[in-house]
Structure formats: structure tokens, C-alpha cells
């Protein structure tokens, strides 16, 4: 059997997501390669030569990718720091930008031993996954309210020691056993605001319930503000990821809680504005 260049059947890859618009279409072609070679993509130097039927693979998910199907719906899997996590329809596919918050919430648990963290609207747990991921002395709790998200959230939480919560972060009293106990309350709600233009990847494939959070993008959050308060021991932290409009309206709503301070906003690494971060007071002295 003749073996193909896989250089060439990458390059044919690349050449058809960027005609069909998507971004980063070489890096999106070698992924789709790596994953049908079995290697990770830094090491697709080393496989110069692949089966015919190895680029007929490639072929077909390519031409998955080229309909706009996220490219995670694609590979079955999406990653946030240190975890991987199973995704499709009917869940939020985690964004890399998370894992900013995912660093400040580390950084405020340096030090805490045995901490307890909670995350408010999982989706698929990826977040509460990698911070049971980074500090095995955890104890992580996860919330969502979407039947189908939960589907997701239970697949990839079976095996880990997550403890996954069907429950609305409205409700007055979630988590009553919890509350003035936890380190760290953090929470990527859905923040788009009604109206704004999104990628095919998001309008056909991630549940609205999920993207949007209602005319300004702002409905769900004083809910988690509100719960977080709740939920935190004095000290203890609370990070919400938002909408780049929401630069001034996620802090502004933190800083009404009198309970909250330290109201910090935080960028990301193209400089937009992605999420807030509070304290709770400590009690006074």
C-alpha cells in the first residue's frame, strides 16, 4: 500500500476551513491530523508518511470542521488547564480564556489548606474539574440547572471527586450546608447580551441558555453575586468571568454588596475585559 505525505493532505486542510472562514485554519488542520494520527501536534514532524486511509479520516473531519461545527464537537473533547473534558450538543464548549480565571482562583487558594470551592453554572464541570485537577486537597462542588448541560457534567465528573449539584443559582437557599464555608465561588454565567452577532460556532451549536443572559448580558449576575455572598466564609473569594461590555457594570454590581470588597476587574491577553473578581469582608474587629 502506498503511503501518502501527510504534508500535503494538511496543507489540502487548511486550504479548505480557510475557504470556508474559519480562523487559525492551519493550526485547526493540524489538530484534525493529530487527532487521526493518534499524536499530539508538535509531533507530526515525525510522522511524515500516513495511510491512505489515515487522510481519508482527515478528509471527513475536515468537512465536519468546514460546516462550522466547533472544532471540539469535532475532536469529542474540549481542554481548560489541565483537564479534558467530553463536549456536544447541548453544552457550553469551554473557551481558553477561562483559564485566566482558573489562574486567579489558584493563586487565591495558595495557602489554603483543604480548600472548599464551588462553580456556579458548570455546563460541562471543566472548570470545577481543573480545580480538583490543580489541588487534589479539594473539595469542589458544581451547579447547573440545564437537563441537557447536566448530561455532560455527570459523564465527566463519574470518575473525579467533583460533586455535581442539579440546581438554579437563583434559588434563595442553594446549598444550605455550604453556607460561610467555602474558600472560593466562581462562576462562568451566560453574558452575551441578546442581539450580539456571534461566530456559526456559537449561534448553531452552544445552547443559548448557555451564551446568552438576557438584554444587556446581565440577568444572571446579581444572582451569583447574591448567592456567592452567601456561600463565602469571611476572606474568601468570588470570580465572574463577562462580556467585554460589562468593563464597568460587573464591578459596579459587586461594589453594591456591602459584604464585598477588593472589587478588582480583570483583562485578558488581547486586553479585553473578561472578569471581576471580589472578597468577602472579613468581620470587624
Not at 451566560?190 to 452577532?197: A, I
Not at 449561534?203 to 451564551?211: C, G, K, L, N, S
Not at 446568552?212 to 444572582?223: H, T
Request: with cysteine; hydrophobic share 45%; net charge negative.
Amino acid at each position: 500500500m502506498t503511503r501518502l505525505p501527510l504534508r500535503v493532505a494538511i496543507a489540502e486542510a487548511e486550504r479548505v476551513l480557510a475557504q470556508a472562514g474559519v480562523e487559525s485554519a492551519r493550526v485547526e488542520a493540524e489538530f484534525l491530523a493529530a487527532h487521526v494520527v493518534g499524536v499530539p501536534r508538535s509531533q507530526l514532524v515525525l510522522r511524515p508518511l500516513v495511510d491512505p486511509s489515515q487522510v481519508e479520516a482527515l478528509q471527513a473531519l475536515v468537512a465536519r470542521r468546514a460546516t462550522r461545527e466547533p472544532l471540539q464537537h469535532v475532536l469529542g473533547t474540549a481542554v481548560l488547564g489541565p483537564v479534558e473534558v467530553a463536549v456536544g450538543r447541548g453544552v457550553f464548549t469551554p473557551r481558553p480564556e477561562t483559564e485566566l480565571l482558573l489562574e486567579w482562583g489558584l493563586k487565591e487558594l495558595a495557602g489554603v489548606a483543604n480548600p472548599l470551592v464551588v462553580d456556579l453554572c458548570t455546563g460541562s464541570a471543566a472548570l470545577a474539574l481543573a480545580f480538583a485537577a490543580s489541588r487534589p486537597d479539594a473539595v469542589v462542588h458544581a451547579v447547573e440547572v440545564d437537563p441537557a448541560a447536566l448530561t455532560w457534567a455527570r459523564r465527566n465528573t463519574a470518575d473525579s471527586r467533583v460533586v455535581l449539584h442539579a440546581g438554579d443559582i437563583r434559588t434563595p437557599d442553594l446549598l444550605p450546608e455550604l453556607e460561610a464555608r467555602v474558600d472560593l465561588v466562581v462562576c462562568n454565567p451566560p453574558y452575551v447580551p441578546l442581539g450580539t452577532p456571534v461566530p456559526p460556532e456559537v449561534a448553531e451549536w452552544d445552547p443559548a441558555i448557555a451564551v446568552f443572559g438576557g438584554e444587556d448580558g446581565l440577568d444572571l449576575v446579581p444572582a451569583v453575586i447574591e448567592t456567592a455572598a452567601t456561600l463565602l466564609r469571611w476572606g474568601g473569594g468570588l470570580a465572574i468571568e463577562h462580556d467585554d461590555t460589562h468593563a464597568d457594570a460587573v464591578p459596579a454590581l459587586l461594589r453594591r454588596r456591602s459584604v464585598l470588597t477588593d472589587v478588582q476587574a480583570h483583562t485578558d491577553l488581547a486586553g479585553r475585559p473578561r472578569f471581576a473578581t471580589a472578597r468577602r469582608t472579613h468581620p470587624p474587629t
